[in-house]
């Protein structure tokens, strides 16, 4: 039976589901305990878990996702919850020189079985230190997966897999504005493996690729395209490393065209290595130039005007996808 | 004069402290001599009474974590000989399969976390390790080392606050040298007494003179029985000294001749060696048994390093996932 429950609820049920079901498992954040999470997300949690496993911490980035790195390398699974990735950037260290590399170092000895989650990306006029997307940092690091989901249902099965059972760090991107989106999400358990796409709408004509809060743009542009007889193909890519571009490539054979929708700085983004790979490996099927929409290539400013037009939207996704498909304007 | 250590202490006291010594006069001498060894190298020599009293007031479950002069505690908790030279030697039989270097020994089964090459990194990390076993409710601790340079960075202060506020089994290890590789204490900070940060989040500290086996043994003794019932952390600041440069490459311009020889005069293997004859532990036989047993240790180290395989080229994309089955890119 599946409920329509909000994107944070999601997120809650997939941990609390793990907390119930393995000792191990802790959550540790600022705010994540008495206060029931900066975003609600883990609301309740310290009630039912006590502070042994719900746990607050100073603003103390770099200290506490230590802290859970050591505690992940001696047999614990922890969560960390950080209140934005705009701020987990001080514990990049810990991220990157130890949870990432310390298996590789030790020949293999040390594993690293932790989660790291929070939102991610611009959340309106949040304005320059608070607005980045960071997939493409993390994406860019061997030993870590990063996922990044666009709805509830897909946020839970996730969350669930890399707590359960992913043994390498997860770098797991949420979005402030997401928290409070409702989705389906049957009351049965499941799982949902790291490293699948997952097609949201089937198509023919051009082949639009997204992850993340701007699948909305994607599926909004698909339904404008709709209208004027283009049937467009959407892919939620959900996991970006590993990136499924099987998926992409398979849509590609098919419509010939392809167009990514991101919310990253331009600069060696997600989609500048999609777009590498599809040109290798799908050569032969492209009719057009693959092309993009990104964040604007500066911070993100506070004005509404602005932000609106430094972040990918609809009309000119709808306008990019009409260029590869050579469509009168 | 009487001691409070028994002969059996005293005698693994030398014989780990002249491993320790020889493991790393013969591995530099492989390092210059013959090229055998590259990358950047930390010598241990003049500190090995740090690991000697660690090794004494701690149980083998106790874990270890330090920065990358590390070759002596890895040798310490018991990684071997042949191990440690192996790994120096980029070798597959190596405490890291040849994957880590001089900076990056590592030993889950001794205990030994590593090896750790960003300044002050490991600090929070060694509190991770010890919030794991109060976490599991065991009475393990996790003894965390760094330098005198590591604690300048932001990384102490927030660990030592979070080991203080949950009361953290770890006991913070400043292996104070003098110097951050050609920077006197003097020169990084207006508190040259480092313990003193410990004031700071009211944690208990001591200071202690680090070319003195017993001295190191009953300081640390104190902080493990404090963390093993619940006490909390503590920051002690051992004075040492290293003989040898801040790497293999380090001129030493920084400090003199008659510096260094200062030091020397209080050699912690001779003072060992001193109070072993003076308390009749060991004739001098006994004392010459012991180095060559060392001597040969070290010699079949080197031995197997040259005859161990590299690591196969497969090795490239392993060890960087748990999950096997992880799709790398590959062009």
Not at chain 1, 108 to 131: D, K, T, Y
Request: with cysteine; net charge negative; charged share 25%.
């Amino acid at each position: 039976m599946a409920r329509s429950i909000a994107f944070r609820e999601a997120l809650r049920e997939a941990m609390n589901e793990e907390f119930r079901r393995d000792d191990r498992v802790f959550l540790m954040g600022e705010e994540v305990a008495e206060y029931n999470g900066a975003y609600k997300v883990s609301q309740g949690m310290l009630d039912e878990f006590g502070d042994k496993r719900v746990i607050d911490t100073p603003i103390s980035e770099l200290g506490f996702a230590a802290v859970a790195v050591g505690a992940a390398q001696n047999g614990l699974r922890p969560i960390v919850e950080f209140m934005t990735w705009n701020f987990a950037v001080l514990a990049l260290d810990q991220i990157l020189n130890t949870a990432s590399k310390m298996l590789a170092m030790s020949g293999g000895q040390l594993s690293c079985p932790i989660v790291f989650r929070g939102p991610n990306g611009s959340a309106g006029q949040l304005g320059a230190q608070h607005s980045t997307a960071f997939e493409s940092y993390y994406a860019n690091i061997p030993g870590l997966k990063v996922v990044s989901p666009s709805n509830g249902y897909d946020a839970k099965g996730l969350l669930k897999q890399a707590i359960r059972y992913e043994e390498d760090p997860i770098i797991f991107m949420e979005s402030e504005v997401m928290y409070g989106e409702k989705s389906e999400v049957p009351e049965e358990e499941y799982y949902i493996p790291i490293g699948k796409a997952d097609v949201k709408k089937a198509g023919s004509d051009v082949t639009i690729v997204s992850f993340n809060k701007m699948m909305k743009v994607a599926l909004g542009a698909a339904s404008e395209l709709e209208k004027e007889g283009v049937n467009a193909e959407v892919i939620d890519l959900r996991s970006i490393r590993p990136l499924d571009w099987m998926t992409i490539l398979e849509s590609v054979k098919k419509t010939n065209r392809l167009v990514i929708v991101e919310e990253q700085w331009p600069f060696a983004s997600i989609s500048s290595e999609i777009a590498y790979r599809i040109q290798k490996e799908g050569f032969d099927y492209l009719d057009a130039p693959i092309r993009r929409i990104t964040a604007a290539d500066a911070p993100l400013h506070y004005a509404p005007n602005l932000v609106a037009l430094a972040l990918p939207d609809v009309e000119r996704t709808v306008k990019l996808v009409k260029e590869v498909m050579y469509m009168k304007k | 004069m009487a001691t409070k250590f028994s002969k059996e202490t005293y005698l693994y006291w030398y014989e780990l402290m002249q491993l320790i010594r020889q493991f790393e006069l013969k591995a530099e001498e492989k390092y210059k001599m013959e090229g055998k060894i590259r990358g950047f190298f930390h010598a241990y020599v003049g500190q090995e009474a740090i690991a000697a009293g660690c090794m004494t007031a701690t149980k083998p479950e106790d874990a270890f974590i330090t920065a990358y002069r590390d070759h002596g505690l890895a040798l310490a908790k018991g990684i071997s000989a042949k191990a440690c030279m192996a790994e120096l030697y980029g070798k597959a039989t190596g405490c890291a399969k040849g994957k880590g270097g001089s900076m990056h020994f590592f030993g889950k089964e001794e205990r030994f976390f590593g090896g750790h090459g960003i300044v002050g990194a490991q600090i929070g990390t060694g509190a991770g390790i010890a919030f794991a076993e109060k976490y599991k409710g065991t009475d393990a601790v996790c003894l965390t080392f760094f330098g005198d340079g590591a604690a300048r960075q932001g990384m102490l202060h927030e660990t030592f606050n979070l080991a203080m506020l949950w009361k953290l089994p770890v006991i913070f290890i400043c292996e104070n040298n003098n110097y951050a590789m050609g920077t006197s204490v003097e020169r990084t900070s207006n508190v040259v007494d480092i313990y003193k940060l410990a004031d700071a989040y009211e944690m208990p500290a001591d200071s202690i003179d680090g070319m003195s086996a017993e001295a190191v043994h009953e300081s640390i003794a104190r902080a493990v029985k404090r963390a093993r019932e619940g006490d909390g952390p503590t920051l002690i600041e051992i004075k040492t000294y290293r003989y040898k440069g801040h790497s293999i490459s380090d001129p030493q311009k920084y400090r003199t001749k008659d510096e260094v020889d200062e030091y020397k005069q209080r050699d912690p293997i001779e003072q060992v060696l001193k109070s072993i004859f003076d308390n009749k532990f060991a004739t001098q036989e006994e004392i010459d048994a012991i180095n060559k047993r060392v001597e040969a240790q070290v010699e079949e180290s080197v031995t197997f390093a040259e005859e161990s395989p590299w690591p196969d080229d497969s090795e490239v994309l392993k060890d960087i996932y748990v999950d096997q089955n992880y799709p790398f890119i590959v062009d």
